[in-house]
């Protein structure tokens, strides 16, 4: 692809720590080459707005400063799949065709798109109806994406996590406390299993592996005949009660979305053992705050390669970290090898080694 070029560049479904450093560095990388990044508003919300939304990105705008801010710049949408776009009669719309428009509308060569399995699921298919070029970054706090040892967000919601358990310690020894932690993940356990063993928990219960109460209990009794006062559980929020029940809250609209299993296993600890038991919800706060330097890295070194994939015309590839390197991988096969957390994954091996109850 000779010649100068415009790429767009998007951030879709929920927001993590790094976005803003993928952009940085495509921009960066795409200005070296002589061409032009346009950056898109709100996902593929800002291609079916009338007029488009979007600007463009040049190196001036791209500071330092960019990467090291939360969130996306660029704003994003984890709602409103175009295929079945709800309409305000309550209807859902096919309303694809505007987004392939709105791309060739804007003269792009390539674009772009930061997103979790759901994200390119639907820019992949977008993209082969349109007969466009796409390339696409993995980014999920829940690290669940196929093909890749890491997504970016993903480091830093597990520093956050960790740093929540630090925090809780001193209070829960203060207090002969057992305190439960509810951590994102969505159907993944990654979370919870990496900053579980990180923070020193004594029980990681994920939805990978069903828990029972009898076994967390049996835990918290060995704790405490070593002589200590506390404990610290972590728990995912996608982890099912005892009779294999998702827990979820209503929200406005009827929306139901993870959260409650905190407090659920909390309730279960205390009536079992006795032990006086706190739960603190994490929720949002894994997403924000400053990115940590491993996604700073990673970010950077995703964006970059992302486009030099387009200067070499492969498309229809998801940029991907693994054994220590860069690389890109069939994004068709990426998004059918969802990644959670195997029984014989090197983390639960090395939880259980260090005497951590997985609830089984």
């Not at 000779?2 to 767009?8: L, M, T, V």
């Not at 009794?221 to 070593?226: D, G, Q």
């Not at 139901?256 to 603190?280: H, L, N, Q, S």
Request: one cysteine or more; glycine letters at 12%.
């Amino acid at each position: 692809m000779a010649g100068e070029k415009r790429i767009g560049i998007l951030t879709s479904g929920g927001d993590c720590a790094g976005l803003n450093a993928v952009i940085r560095a495509a921009v960066c990388r795409a200005d070296g080459l002589g061409w032009t990044v346009i950056g898109i508003k709100e996902g593929t919300s800002g291609l079916l707005a009338r007029p488009l939304r979007y600007e463009v990105l040049t190196p001036d705008k791209m500071t330092t400063a960019v990467m090291r801010q939360g969130g996306t710049i660029l704003g994003t949408t984890n709602k409103g799949d175009p295929f079945a776009f709800p309409m305000a009669d309550g209807t859902l719309k096919d309303r694809s065709v505007e987004i392939v428009g709105a791309y060739h509308e804007l003269g792009l060569d390539a674009l772009i798109g930061i997103g979790g399995d759901g994200s390119h699921q639907i820019l992949r298919r977008l993209a082969q109806q349109g007969g466009f070029n796409y390339v696409g970054i993995p980014k999920t706090i829940d690290n669940d994406v196929g093909l890749t040892e890491v997504s970016v967000g993903f480091d830093t919601a597990v520093a956050v996590a960790t740093e929540a358990l630090d925090r809780l310690q001193p209070t829960a020894a203060s207090h002969a406390r057992v305190m439960v932690l509810e951590v994102m993940g969505r159907d993944a356990g990654h979370i919870a299993l990496a900053a579980g063993i990180a923070g020193g928990a004594d029980v990681i219960l994920i939805p990978e592996i069903p828990f029972s109460i009898d076994s967390v209990a049996q835990k918290i009794r060995e704790v405490r005949k070593t002589g200590r006062n506390f404990a610290l559980v972590v728990v995912s929020e996608a982890v099912k009660t005892a009779d294999g029940t998702k827990v979820h809250k209503d929200y406005h609209g009827g929306e139901k979305r993870f959260g409650g299993i905190g407090d659920y296993v909390a309730f279960k600890i205390a009536d079992t053992t006795g032990a006086e038991t706190r739960v603190t919800v994490l929720g949002h706060v894994q997403r924000g705050s400053m990115p940590s330097w491993r996604d700073r890295l990673i970010a950077s070194a995703f964006g970059a390669h992302a486009v030099d994939l387009i200067a070499e015309g492969k498309f229809d590839r998801l940029v991907a970290w693994s054994d220590r390197r860069v690389i890109d991988v069939p994004l068709q096969e990426a998004i059918a090898e969802y990644q959670d957390v195997k029984p014989d994954d090197p983390l639960v091996t090395t939880a259980r080694a260090l005497g951590i109850c997985l609830g089984d």
